[in-house]
């Protein structure tokens, strides 16, 4: 069984930059496909990112494309959600999830392991 343990949130005035870290631990990292995705209060959990076995490939929901970089160092058994020019509409709790595929997925309904989760929260 995998678990996944979230860090690196906090609280950031807009136009700062956080990167999160999720540690791999029960299995090694190489074997999935990894995501991170993000729930607001009162909302439905969305997706962010997502990084292939292989780090070859990168998903970004069209909200953070441009600003979040999502990368892998299985060494670790670590992925990173690097977070840049945040804004209040980033606040939400961030969870970083498995997925036993090669390719990475946005539905969160295909993972198999969650983390839980880390607090970001921006200031205007």
């Known amino acids: 069984q995998v678990q996944l343990v979230e860090s690196g949130g906090g609280l950031v005035q807009a136009g700062a930059s956080l990167r999160l870290s999720c540690v791999v631990s029960?299995?090694?990292?190489?074997?999935?496909?990894m995501g991170w995705f993000r729930q607001a209060p009162g909302k439905e959990r969305r997706f962010v990112a997502a990084i292939s076995r292989n780090s070859v490939t990168t998903l970004y929901s069209d909200s953070v494309k441009g600003r979040f970089t999502i990368a892998r160092d299985d060494a670790k058994n670590t992925v990173y959600l690097q977070m840049n020019s945040l804004q209040p509409e980033d606040k939400a709790k961030y969870y970083c999830?498995?997925?036993?595929?090669?390719?990475?997925?946005?539905?969160?309904?295909?993972?198999?392991?969650w983390g839980r989760g880390t607090q970001v929260t921006v200031s205007s």
């Open positions: 029960g299995r090694t990292s190489s074997r999935y496909a």
């Open positions: 999830a498995a997925d036993e595929q090669i390719m990475p997925r946005s539905s969160d309904r295909r993972y198999d392991g």
